[in-house]
């Protein structure tokens, strides 16, 4: 019997998700498990790529066609456990994708990208590795490890952590080391030295003194030497050259909260709702049942502290524990209380961090240095084990799917991997998405209710609806209400904030002479003006070009500018109020690292008194002395075609909303919009979760949408709109070989936005409640498509699309 892996390979150009089966060479057959990445040859010629082995069989060959052997492994442990691979299975069947690709996400970046790997002394290895491997040093490259007979012994070291992996991106080359000295003389040859020193060498004298102080293993920073002990650098090189001690480097966690200090705070006293919620799931995590609970709470009150009780009795009985945040409500503020109630267990994990910062951050968890992990979507994927809880916060947040393959939701991935841990799952928000909320209604979750707000007096904030056709105003911008509660605010040196969801000066410019506007020469879509960096920009593709100051159409000077953005409510700010300090955060403002935090700090010590920002300032930020709330146009996004813009409103109006009144002073919410009679804007001022709930799942009914219905997207795109268009018809007529009278297709029609980025879309839609050929044609569709994406034509299939824009 020999024995054989079962691999998943890369091969861009022609995916699958059947395994390839490689011989096991005698030299690692003691090294090749299951979840480690391989290196094998594949097709004519000397090509190589890498796979993922996900299963080693012994089988008899005698009668199987010659199989090529596995060349090396590219790691010194599984990256992937059985968990996760059995996880990528689903992912692919569910989502439409290729395996390979599936086990790709799961990984840091740092993993996919090219790399340079290190075999890194840790603890006491055995001296002939040291001296004959190591040769002395503390680390050494891989490839000479692999090709070493003392691999086998590698990875029992690796197992008991004495020795592990350095990971180097080749790119970026930002490893970060720090520099160490080790004393090397014993005390009697440091006592010898410093007799024959001369008198006067006064900094060596001291030096050998410290030396002798030092344990004969102990490393001490160069950096603390020289500041802390005052010793020079060149003493310490001329100590180096003579022998005294050596000079190291050593790789150092890249911390991203390594300067702030965490105050360690204690569990807050709860209410009667907050203890029955909590009860609810403390019962589900001691039984041990995988219950989803979806906690519907008001804004402000106190889901994330329920969250904190209830991991702390997850890591009281040894277990870990995961919270995923929507990127955008991953703010400084939602850090600090977890770091704060639970220190150095957190790992944090979003796009903020650099590529280095992410590795080290996941590396801590593989390690099990960690046991809380709080991060953005991706972060669904940790390596954690013996998961005891899984919390999905803000879980209605469309960011929680992925826009690109595998096309997942992060709250499914989560409910998956509580079922395989058998322990409970909270959904959290103030404004559950209907899917969510209806299977709480059909009792396949499990509802939670919180109604009151958990600060002690503090009750939800009044809400003002200002038709903007009727009321007066100071201008286009600002009615008179508003201005009036912002300069009350001034007087009262309290804060307010303000929320436009559209950055830049303005949207569009426009020729009053011909009509013409300045359109994206790549996409279907009008430039945005921003007046900070004098340029017209894309939003989609990113093009810019500077302002035009005659017309390029009639060459006219008639050229206006149209829309507001947050840019220009700034300026209109600065001019209305000039005695007000005002902050913007968007994107365009929170580009630079750190400056998101940044802001949000001069906010909460109260050096600004309006913050000004897009939707990315509505979610996740508690500051006591913010009194008022503006949405200055609470209709961007509700006529777009898109059967969720009414829910989107509704949510992106209350969750804003909440940011008022959250202290001991009474909030206040003003909503100017041109539509005040629509039930979305209407029941946001009654803060009715609830009667929304109702009326637009009768509409939805109506509608035949979801959760009434499932549905599925198929996108294609190619620089040819005639090709783009000829590919979805061809795919619509086999589809419906396949569908039942039942299924209702939509399409196909061009995209909303028809061309972006120079590429064509259109687009067809599935609406359906049972079509049991439907996975076979959808499956089929993604291998055959293959020969031609290599031609230029992209096929995309979204099950449960977020967005149809």
Request: charge should be neutral; include cysteine.
């Amino acid at each position: 019997m020999t024995k054989v892996a079962e691999i998943i390979v890369d091969v861009p150009a022609m995916q699958t998700n059947q395994p390839y089966s490689y011989l096991i060479p005698d030299e690692l057959k003691e090294v090749a498990i299951i979840g480690m990445r391989v290196e094998v040859p594949f097709g004519q010629g000397d090509r190589r790529i890498q796979g993922f082995i996900i299963d080693i069989k012994e089988i008899d060959l005698e009668s199987k066609t010659p199989l090529k052997h596995i060349i090396g492994v590219l790691d010194l442990h599984p990256v992937l456990n059985s968990e996760l691979l059995a996880l990528a299975d689903e992912m692919a069947k569910t989502t439409y994708s290729f395996k390979i690709t599936c086990l790709q996400t799961m990984l840091p970046s740092v993993m996919r990208s090219s790399y340079k790997k290190w075999v890194t002394l840790l603890g006491s290895v055995p001296k002939e590795i040291e001296e004959k491997l190591f040769l002395g040093l503390a680390e050494i490259e891989w490839e000479e490890v692999v090709d070493s007979p003392y691999f086998p012994e590698l990875l029992k070291l690796k197992a008991a952590g004495q020795v592990d992996i350095r990971y180097e991106v080749v790119t970026k080359n930002k490893i970060k080391t720090k520099k160490v000295i080790r004393r090397i003389k014993t005390i009697a040859e440091l006592m010898e030295l410093k007799s024959s020193l001369r008198k006067n060498a006064h900094q060596k004298h001291r030096l050998l003194l410290f030396l002798q102080t030092l344990e004969e293993s102990k490393e001490i920073s160069l950096n603390e030497l020289i500041r802390e002990h005052d010793f020079s650098r060149a003493v310490i090189n001329d100590a180096a050259k003579a022998g005294w001690l050596e000079l190291l480097e050593r790789e150092i966690y890249r911390d991203p909260y390594a300067f702030q200090s965490f105050k360690q705070d204690y569990p807050l006293p709860l209410n009667a709702e907050q203890t029955e919620a909590l009860n609810h799931v403390t019962v589900a995590i001691e039984e041990e049942t995988s219950t989803v609970f979806l906690l519907e709470g008001v804004t402000g009150s106190g889901k994330t502290e329920v969250y904190l009780q209830a991991i702390s009795k997850i890591l009281e009985k040894g277990q870990t524990a995961m919270m995923l945040v929507p990127e955008i409500s991953l703010t400084p503020q939602t850090v600090t209380r977890f770091k704060r109630r639970f220190g150095s267990q957190v790992a944090v994990l979003h796009s903020g961090l650099s590529q280095g910062e992410k590795y080290d951050e996941w590396r801590k968890i593989e390690r099990k240095e960690a046991r809380v992990v709080v991060g953005a979507r991706s972060a669904v994927f940790a390596p954690l084990e013996n998961i005891g809880l899984i919390i999905v916060d803000e879980e209605h947040e469309s960011s929680y799917k992925q826009d690109e393959s595998p096309r997942y939701h992060a709250r499914d991935i989560a409910i998956w991997r509580a079922n395989y841990h058998h322990c409970p799952v909270i959904l959290g928000s103030a404004t559950p998405s209907l899917e969510s909320r209806a299977r709480a209604q059909k009792k396949v979750y499990q509802l939670l209710l919180l109604k009151e707000r958990a600060v002690k007096n503090a009750v939800l904030p009044t809400v003002e609806i200002i038709d903007m056709k009727k009321a007066g105003q100071h201008s286009l911008t600002f009615s008179d209400s508003l201005l009036e509660k912002l300069n009350s605010r001034l007087e009262k040196g309290e804060q307010s904030v303000l929320m436009l969801n559209r950055r830049g000066f303005s949207s569009f410019i426009m020729c009053r002479d011909c009509g013409f506007v300045l359109p994206c020469p790549n996409c279907d879509i009008s430039l945005t003006l921003h007046m900070d960096t004098k340029t017209m920009k894309c939003h989609y593709c990113g093009h810019e070009e500077r302002i035009p100051y005659r017309c390029p159409s009639c060459d006219g000077d008639k050229i206006r500018y149209y829309g507001t953005g947050t840019q220009k409510v700034e300026m209109e700010l600065q001019e209305l109020l000039p005695e007000a300090r005002v902050l913007r955060m968007d994107v365009d403002t929170t580009r630079r690292k750190g400056s998101h935090q940044g802001l949000l700090e001069k906010f909460e010590t109260q050096q600004a008194d309006i913050l000004l920002g897009t939707q990315m300032i509505a979610k996740g930020l508690d500051f006591p002395n913010v009194t008022l709330v503006g949405v200055l146009n609470a209709d961007t996004a509700l006529n777009l075609p898109d059967f969720r813009s009414s829910e989107r409103t509704f949510q992106l109006l209350t969750q804003v909303s909440g940011r008022a009144g959250r202290g001991d002073k009474p909030g206040e919410v003003i909503i100017q919009t041109f539509n005040p009679d629509h039930y979305s804007i209407e029941l946001v001022k009654e803060q009715n979760y609830e009667a929304f709930y109702q009326k637009e799942m009768q509409l939805r009914h109506r509608g035949g949408y979801p959760p009434y219905f499932f549905t599925i997207q198929i996108v294609v795109s190619h620089e040819d709109e005639y090709l783009a268009a000829k590919k979805i018809f061809e795919i619509v007529t086999e589809l419906k070989r396949y569908l039942t009278p039942n299924a209702i297709v939509l399409g196909p029609t061009p995209k909303s936005i028809a061309r972006v980025n120079k590429r064509y879309f259109y687009q067809v839609v599935i609406k359906y409640r049972w079509e049991p050929k439907l996975e076979e044609a959808l499956n089929q569709l993604l291998f055959d498509s293959q020969k031609e994406m290599r031609q230029g034509l992209k096929i995309i299939i979204d099950v449960e699309p977020q967005h149809f824009i």
